[in-house]
Antibody
Framework: QVKLVESGGGVVQPGRSLRLSCAAS????????MHWLRQAPGKGLEWVAV????????NYADSVNGRFTISRDNSLNTLYLQMNDLRADDTAIYYC??????????????WGQGTLVTVSS | DIQMTQSPSSLSASVGDRVAITCRAS??????LNWYQQKPGEAPHLLIY???SLQSGVPSRFSGRGSGTDFTLTISSLQPEDFATYFC?????????FGPGTKVEIQ
């Protein structure tokens, strides 16, 4: 079955960097676009970034553009999120999610369990 | 970006009740609307896509309808495992934005 496992979260000071990983299994990783989303404590869901199945295109939310970089290694079945210049409002649970297209509609049909990033001095 | 709103923000209901949650988009999204369920401490889980198509494995008591800007998620007979927060998401244009969520609590 599809499994996504995030890692790399933790407590970090403002202005520092952190890299998240998402290990995928149970499907052909290189077939799917992959996303990062986040959820601040007690808040709603915010889409963060997407990378195309082959890494050929990437898009970011305005709130992270220029500070975060999404990447993937299809040979390792792993998705990454490099987060630089972290701010307090980046504090959230970060989820990776697989995008599929049932009947042509984009959905996030599989999610990881999430990894908590806390930005605090 | 397309803004999504949901109402109510929370509701209290009993097992067996019929529950309806509304989602509205700031512009037409045709039928590009998904619904997710999230339980405390868990990741979101896809329920419905394309406004009305049930994801595989999701109980038939869940249904969705709507088009354009107004959409509804209905739970026909609330079960104990349905107490959760529900989010709508538009996928008409990127970024694929979410509604703020509706928390369904036990009355």
């Amino acid at each position: 079955q599809v499994k996504l496992v995030e890692s790399g979260g933790g407590v970090v000071q403002p202005g520092r960097s952190l890299r998240l990983s998402c290990a995928a299994s149970g499907f052909t990783f290189s077939d799917n676009g992959m996303h990062w989303l986040r959820q601040a404590p007690g808040k709603g869901l915010e889409w963060v970034a997407v990378i195309w199945y082959d890494g050929g295109e990437r898009n970011y939310a305005d709130s992270v553009n220029g500070r975060f970089t999404i990447s993937r290694d299809n040979s390792l079945n792993t998705l990454y999120l490099q987060m630089n210049d972290l701010r307090a409002d980046d504090t959230a649970i970060y989820y990776c999610a697989r995008e599929t297209y049932p009947s042509g509609f984009s959905v996030f049909d599989s999610w990881g369990q999430g990894t908590l990033v806390t930005v605090s001095s | 970006d397309i803004q999504m709103t949901q109402s109510p923000s929370s509701l209290s209901a009993s097992v067996g009740d019929r529950v309806a949650i509304t989602c509205r988009a700031s512009q037409t999204i045709v039928g590009y609307l998904n619904w997710y369920q999230q339980k405390p401490g868990e990741a979101p889980h896809l329920l419905i896509y394309g406004a009305s198509s049930l994801q595989s494995g999701v109980p038939s008591r869940f249904s969705g309808r709507g088009s354009g800007t107004d959409f509804t998620l209905t739970i026909s007979s609330l079960q104990p495992e349905d107490f959760a927060t529900y989010f709508c998401q538009q996928t008409f244009s990127r970024p694929h934005t979410f509604g703020p969520g509706t928390k369904v609590e036990i009355q």
